[in-house]
């Protein structure tokens, strides 16, 4: 690990990927300083993280060590020179945090939700020339995301990123927060300046899911991963079951395969087929905007003849027909029915 690593270069030169990685909670000295010695060997490994105030569901729960472990994370610091990071829920956290050094911190997805702790803890960092990221929140909301790096923003700090930790979902998934990867990419263009990272760990809940997981993530374009280790994951005493050895971690980080956003050698083919996509794309909307006329049209015809704008049985038919052909064409059935349902609804919306 390079000594001279500082995140506050990082954010003026994103170029590197960042890996963040250490324990979920940080439990007691020998944990830490084991997990960060295995670390260490990690070149790639710059950041060193670890929760010292847990929100846990129950409150029953670990809830974290508190203030001592933060002498710890200091010593991890000056031993094996990593950066440190925490979370922080509430100002005097971040007392805390600034009072041994810390250097990034990190406000957690059940805190972005609400905008009285955010600002609460954003006026706490005013005048702090600290790294701030912030993790999504819980529910699939890019403004609420937004909102907290905006309040960040507005007192001042500089140095602020996102972190994509998947979202609550009532589907069943194989995740213990499901990725909408269209969220981030939302992020990304609302705010370029933003650089977003992936937290697998919390995205996966599981070790299996955090190769795959990771892979998708770099071809979303993700600058860096949060990843959580311990130096013996079966014994952790929170989310034992997402931790991975840090011999784990460097074997994973080195099966990836880093995309780069720009292609090297000539780029005639790649755009004769965006210029495909392109026309395709005119066409859509051509044929999309034609439809709605029609559809306009079918609203006149209803409201002379006082029949209801939703025709229940019409709309479920088209979707069941607009899914077999779309199935038959190879194409993804959530996709297709996405697709038509905001059609349908702006076609409803016209008729009102
Ligand atoms: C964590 O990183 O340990 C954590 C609690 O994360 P999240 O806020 O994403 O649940
Ligand atoms: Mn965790």
């Not at 996966?204 to 994951?233: S, V, W």
Request: hydrophobic share 40%; proline share 4%; charged share 30%.
């Amino acid at each position: 690990m390079s000594e001279s690593f500082d995140i506050k270069k990082w954010f003026k030169n994103p170029e590197e990927l960042l890996v963040i990685s250490g324990p979920c909670s940080v439990e007691s000295r020998e944990q830490l300083l084991a997990t960060a010695e295995g670390l260490s060997k990690i070149e790639k490994v710059k950041v060193l993280r670890g929760g010292i105030w847990k929100p846990r569901t129950r409150p029953e729960a670990f809830e974290g060590i508190g203030e001592e472990g933060l002498t710890w994370m200091q010593e991890a610091k000056e031993r094996f020179g990593f950066q440190t990071m925490t979370e922080v829920a509430v100002p005097e956290h971040v007392e805390l945090a600034l009072k041994y050094g810390i250097d990034v911190l990190w406000i957690g997805a059940r805190t972005v939700v609400n905008p009285f702790s955010v600002q609460e803890l954003a006026n706490s960092l005013k005048g702090c020339d600290i790294s701030v990221f912030v993790k999504n929140p819980i529910a699939p909301d890019v403004k609420l995301w937004l909102g907290a790096i905006e309040r960040l923003g507005s007192v001042g700090l500089t140095n602020i990123g996102a972190i994509h930790r998947g979202f609550s979902s009532t589907e069943e998934t194989p995740y213990r927060n499901a990725p909408v990867w269209k969220i981030p990419v939302e992020l990304k263009r609302l705010r370029p300046d933003i650089q977003i990272i992936t937290d697998v760990s919390h995205i996966c809940g599981c070790r299996e899911l955090l190769q795959e997981t990771a892979q998708k993530a770099l071809d979303f374009g993700t600058k860096g991963f949060m990843i959580e280790t311990h130096y013996n994951p079966e014994i952790a005493l929170t989310d034992a079951n997402q931790q991975i050895t840090p011999e784990s971690l460097r074997k994973a980080l080195n099966k990836l395969i880093i995309k780069k956003v720009k292609v090297d050698a000539d780029e005639t083919i790649l755009n004769n087929y965006r210029k495909e996509i392109d026309e395709i794309d005119d066409e859509l909307l051509n044929l999309i905007s034609k439809r709605m006329k029609i559809s306009e049209k079918i609203g006149e015809f209803k409201k002379e003849h006082k029949v209801t704008v939703l025709q229940m049985d019409r709309w479920k038919s088209v979707l069941e027909n607009h899914i077999n052909k779309g199935n038959n064409l190879g194409l993804n059935e959530e996709s297709v029915k996405e697709i038509f349902e905001i059609i349908h609804k702006d076609s409803i919306d016209r008729q009102m």
